[in-house]
Every structure is written in C-alpha cells, then in structure tokens.
C-alpha cells in the first residue's frame, strides 16, 4: 500500500511537467525506513565520498549512509516557501494567489494549468512568472461546477502542494545541490526510494505532522533534481480516486 501510493504520487508529479527527462514510472523497485532499516554495508559520512558515489550505490548503501546523519526535528517553517512578497504555507488559498499575483503568462494557452479530471475534481497548476519559464509551481484540486450559463468554474479548491523550480527552501536547498547539502540540512531522510532500472533517480522523504518534504535526486550526478513540498496529496488522491 505505501508502495502504490508513492507511485501515484510520482506520476502525478511527472504531470505537472516538474522534470522534462522523467517518465512514467511502473513501480519502485526498492522502499525503505530510513531511521530503522539496517543494511550491512557501511560507508563515509563525508560530504565528498556521498557525492562521488550515489550512482554506485544499492539502495541498502544509501539507506546505511543516511543513518550516519542525525535524525533532524524538522519545524513547520521547513514546510513554508517565501516567493517574492507571499509567505506560502498550508493554509494559503486559490485567493492569496490570485490577489497578490493574478494567473501567469501562459495559463490559458496552456489548457488553464490542467494535469488532470476525475470524480468531478480537476488538479491543475499556476507557474509563476510564467509557463515557459517558471520559478515555482503551485498544484491545486478543485470541484468542477458548471453554472447558469454552462460555463465551469472552480468550486471549492484546496492547495495540494509546491514544486519548487527556481527558488530554494526555508533551509537554503535548492534544484542542483549536491546530496551532501541536503544530508547537511536535513539529516536522515524518514523513507529511502529508488526507482526501477529504467530511471536514474531517488526520493527521500521528510515528514511532519502531515507534511511532506519531497527531495528527489539523479543518481548519475549525485544532484537534487525537483523539490515537492506536499501538503494534501493524499487527500487530493481519494478525491480524485485514482488507483
């Protein structure tokens, strides 16, 4: 089940456009509790070794790799994004967004931000400054309601989560850091994930209370490919009912 979900997560993540290499993905090869699984190999904690060597590496060794870092108590700022004049947090609505930033260059000819339709809801995103080339995206999910007219409007709407391109976050992380930084920030991820043999990437997971931090790295470079702060991606899953 934790596995099927995280599956569903990634795929929807690969929609918004996140990362223009990624595809599909069938499921993961390998899943593992960082802060209690044990494996056997044991390697350097040093920020140069941990560089140099992820691409080499079983999934067990970076699991035992993880655990030399400490286990950090992350705080609910980790899960906020400043962007400009907004402090983005769980709370935030459809209606700060629109009201201090209006909708993006490109919103409309790019479908209105759609990812997808199920069950009466449409996921869909806003790419700020623009769709081409865009600093941050923000994933909602709204009830699709039609009005006298038979024109569809956005109903009640909730923020899913932050995809961050361009900007860092709350820490300093940012797209194209080393895995040194984000152990350094961050400490030992709760879960461990590496994809099957067709794709080059792995997923550490950091949580809180609900919140997630989605830090997703290229094994072949050993370098932070996308950051994903998640706020309600599971709820957005069972309204959508996707399998």
């Given at each position: ?116 339709n ?7 995103q ?42 860092e ?75």
């Amino acid at each position: 089940m934790v596995q099927k979900k995280i599956i569903v997560y990634l795929c929807i993540l690969i929609m918004t456009g996140c990362h223009s290499n990624f595809d599909i993905l069938d499921k993961p090869e390998e899943t593992y509790n960082a802060q209690s699984d044990s494996p056997s190999t044991k390697l350097s904690n040093n920020s140069h070794d941990v560089n140099e060597t992820l691409k080499d590496l079983l999934i067990d060794d970076i699991v035992k790799m993880a655990s030399h870092y400490e286990e950090k108590e992350l705080s609910l700022n980790d899960f906020t994004v400043k962007y400009k004049d907004m402090l983005i947090t769980r709370s935030s609505t459809l209606e700060d967004f629109e009201n201090i930033f209006g909708y993006p260059e490109g919103y409309f000819d790019s479908n209105f931000g759609n990812i997808s339709n199920g069950n009466g809801y449409r996921r869909w995103q806003l790419r700020y400054p623009d769709y081409d080339n865009y600093d941050i995206s923000i994933m909602f999910l709204s009830k699709q309601e039609i009005n006298e007219i038979e024109e569809e409007y956005h109903g009640y709407t909730y923020l899913i989560g932050v995809y961050l391109n361009n900007i860092e976050t709350y820490s300093g992380l940012r797209v194209g850091d080393p895995i040194s930084n984000v152990f350094e920030l961050y400490g030992n991820p709760t879960l461990i994930q590496r994809y099957d043999s067709n794709t080059d990437y792995i997923e550490f997971i950091y949580t809180k209370d609900e919140n997630k931090l989605i830090v997703v790295l290229d094994e072949t470079n050993s370098k932070v490919m996308y950051i994903f702060i998640d706020y309600r991606m599971e709820q957005s899953i069972r309204d959508q009912k996707i399998s």
